[in-house]
Structure formats: C-alpha cells, structure tokens
C-alpha cells in the first residue's frame, strides 16, 4: 500500500477561521464563510473570545469621533496650479515604435552581419518547430494523480460543504445519485464546488440535485447553486 | 460621504450630484477643471480623514492629498470600474501616497515621546465598575468603559507601524473586505488576513499597558 506524503505545510483551520473574525465582526464575509465562521464558533470557546473583542473594536472606531480633514485656504487652487507645472503628458513626444527603431538599427548595419542573423533567426524558428511539433502529437490525453490541470465538465455548479461527519462512501453515493463530480475543492473553508450536468433541462437538474443534498442534512451542511460565469 | 458640496449654487450641486462616478472619471481624464472641482469635493474629505488617521498630522495629509490628487488627474483613464469600486481604487493611491510621505518625513518610534503614555486608568475603571454594578469582569464588550477604551485605542493606535495602522483602519474603521483591502494596500490576501492578525495582537499587547488587559487575554 502507497501512503501519501507532503511537504507542504497544512494550514490550520482553527487559525484560517480566527483571520476571518475581523471580516465576521464588521459584517464583510460572503454567506459561505460566514456559514464556516459560526460552524467554528460553535465549538471554540477562544474564537468567541476573539469575536467579542473584534466587535468591541468595531463599535469603538464606529463610535469615535471621526478624524476630519478640511481642505486649507486655497488647497485646490493651489493644487490647479501644480498642474500647471506638470511636463506635458509622456504621450505628447512618443519613442518611435520597435518596429521602427529595429528597422533604424538595421540600416545601419552592414550587409553581411545583417543575412548572418537572418540566417540565424531562421535557424532558431526552426528549431523551436522541430522541437514543438512532436510534443504536440504525444500530449496525452488522459490524466494522472499528478495531473495539475482541472478537468472542465459542463453543467451547473454547485457550492457544497459536506458534514465532517460524512464518510467518503456516504459522500460518493450522494454524488452518483445527482450524477455529480466534484471539480473544485476543498477550500480552506471546506467548500468543494460540485458540477451536475444538466444536459436539455439544466435548471431541472440543479434544483433536482440540490433537493437531494438538502434532504441529506446529515451528510450535507451548505448547498447553493453558483452563478453562471 | 458621497454627497458633494459645491459652492455654485443649489441648482449645479443637483447636477453634479447627479453625475456618476464613472462619468466623472471620464471627464476628469479629458482634463475637464470643472470635473476636477467637482471630484475633488466629492471625494477630498473622505480622502484626507483616511490619510489623517494614517499620518496624524494635518500638513502631511494637505501634502499627501496634493501628491494623491495629481496623480488622479494624470491617471484618471485608468480607472475601471468593472476591476472594483472608485473610492476603493482611490484608496489604494491614498495609501501609497500616504505611506510615501511618512518615509519622506523620516517617522520614527523615537518621535514620539515616551511621556506621552496615558494614566493608568485601573483606578478609574474599577470606581465606574462599582458604580455601575452591572459590568462583568471577564467580558470585553461589557468591562470596557467607551470613553477610557477609546483614549487607549488612539494611544495604541499612534504606535502601531503604519502597516499595522493602516489595515486596522481599514477593517474596522471603514469596513472593507479583505479583497478591498488587498487592492488597496497591494499585497495578497493571505498577507492581508496575517497582517490583520498580527496586528490585533500588537493592538492588544498596546491595550493592555493601559488596563485593558481583556484584550491581551487571546491566543497568540
């Protein structure tokens, strides 16, 4: 049996939910994290500790006299006159294009040395063909484990966070009976994005498919559909 | 925040205040002086009460706000508002411009004079505690005492890095989002989301040499 290891270091999730609090407290986190932040509050007594002095400060620097800078005397007359002074936009006295400065180099450079790197030039676009164009044919077309590249399978996406308590069996029966993969994920919130192919009716489809992961509550804490790119 | 204020009369503060921000870039970057007015008004003062919590000192924001203005009138095409909101990308050229200034001015921690440490303010606290009678100990939103809490907040804050005070007031001052928050101070989230963190805990450690040791109570 292979096991799997990784030097990359794993990020914390108690420390990834505890940066967020700051953007929970002053009310700036998109449904998905804010789901994930109360999740995590639930059970750590420490981030409820952390929230309560997020919102001590929010209500702090709300209800703060607020800094306020009047313009002096004359600032903005002042400033139309620095614009005055400014050098005349960069774009009033343009550098010739490279096209026409390469084509100045080359007038005056001599003949031979001017074939000599078109011969040369020619040479290397050759090459880089030669080199290119095997690769091009033996691209493979399946994927390994270390395929870097996400498949793309049409369909509607789904955001899904599944229960920590649901098993991988669990999970994968769920998928086969929406006939969805999962194309995305885990963030470090545990957000995986879900694609459901929806074939002549997507729209039925997705509401089909998010009815069942509903109906899961157990295995399944968040579903929504995402937005259409 | 957004409504202009222009001296013209009534009649043109209407128009103008009708005029969207994009299509008061837009003029503005075909260097129309009456766009600019109308810009500058618009946006001048919401500007500068950033830049003055970030500088403190009047003079550098009128000469951060000049450096920030010129470079709105030179770069104004290049605002797009399908890439994020105006005054966010204004904010952005504030910060930079801000930060520039301070580097300029050669600010340092030794600038500031020891002795300007606040009281303590234990005694005073714990005679509105009893006072009171209704303050738990241990819950920082309850045992804090707003006037004493925001006069520590204001010494913390003057001795925070610029980094540090800048992100602080950006989350909790004007509450943007991290992603704001990233375009305007130009790093990556991740950063954004550390740098917020570290920050706190200095805030905190800052706090709790004034008595509000509540806050020093977190995880480091």
């Not at chain 1, 343009?94 to 040479?123: C, D, N, Y």
């Not at chain 1, 399946?142 to 308590?165: H, K, N």
């Not at chain 2, 800052?206 to 977190?218: I, K, N, R």
């Amino acid at each position: 049996m292979t096991t799997l290891s990784t030097d990359v270091p794993t990020i914390d999730p108690h420390q990834a939910i505890e940066e967020l609090l700051p953007w929970y407290a002053n009310g700036a986190l998109n449904p998905a994290e804010r789901i994930a932040v109360e999740q995590h509050l639930e059970r750590c007594s420490a981030c409820r500790l952390e929230l309560a002095q997020c919102r001590v400060l929010v209500t702090q620097f709300h209800d703060r006299a607020e800094a306020a800078w009047q313009p002096p005397a004359g600032h903005f007359d002042r400033l139309l006159a620095d614009i005055d002074r400014l050098p005349p936009p960069v774009s009033a006295n343009p550098p010739p294009p490279l096209r026409q400065r390469l084509l100045g180099w080359l007038r005056i450079t001599p003949s031979p040395v001017r074939w000599t790197l078109a011969l040369e030039s020619l040479a290397v676009a050759a090459l880089l063909l030669i080199v290119a164009m095997p690769l091009q044919r033996t691209l493979p077309d399946y994927e390994t484990l270390s395929s870097d590249a996400e498949p793309t399978v049409a369909g509607t996406r789904l955001r899904t966070v599944f229960a920590e308590s649901a098993t991988i069996g669990e999970i994968q029966q769920l998928l086969h009976s929406i006939d969805a993969a999962i194309v995305a994920g885990p963030t470090t919130l545990g957000v995986y994005t879900l694609v459901v192919p929806g074939g002549d009716r997507p729209a039925e489809a997705r509401d089909r498919a998010v009815a069942i992961l509903r109906a899961h509550a157990q295995q399944v804490r968040l579903v929504e559909p995402l937005e259409p790119h | 925040m957004d409504k202009p204020t222009v001296v013209a009369g009534p009649a043109t503060a209407a128009a103008d205040s009708a005029v969207s921000d994009f299509e008061l870039m837009r003029a503005v970057a075909s260097q129309d002086r009456n766009a600019f007015k109308t810009f500058y008004e618009r946006y001048a003062p919401r500007l500068g009460s950033y830049l003055l919590k970030l500088l403190k000192r009047p003079e550098r924001v009128d000469e951060a706000m000049n450096d920030v203005m010129l470079a709105v009138w030179q770069n104004a095409d290049r605002f797009d508002p399908a890439q994020g909101r105006l005054l966010t990308w204004l904010l952005g050229i504030a910060h930079h411009k801000g930060l520039k200034v301070l580097r300029q001015a050669g600010r340092s921690r030794a600038e500031i004079p020891f002795d300007t440490l606040p009281p303590p303010v234990v005694d005073e606290a714990e005679e509105r505690e009893d006072a009171s009678q209704a303050v738990a100990p241990h819950d920082p939103e309850r045992t804090v005492l707003g006037w004493e809490l925001g006069r520590a907040l204001t010494w913390a804050l003057d001795r925070l890095s610029p980094e540090h005070r800048a992100v602080i007031e950006l989350t909790f001052g004007e509450e943007r989002s991290y992603l704001e928050i990233a375009e305007i101070v130009g790093c990556p989230v991740n950063t954004v989301k550390t740098r917020v963190f570290h920050a706190r805990k200095r805030l905190a450690r800052l706090l709790a040499q004034c008595g509000h040791g509540d806050f020093a109570s977190a995880r480091e």
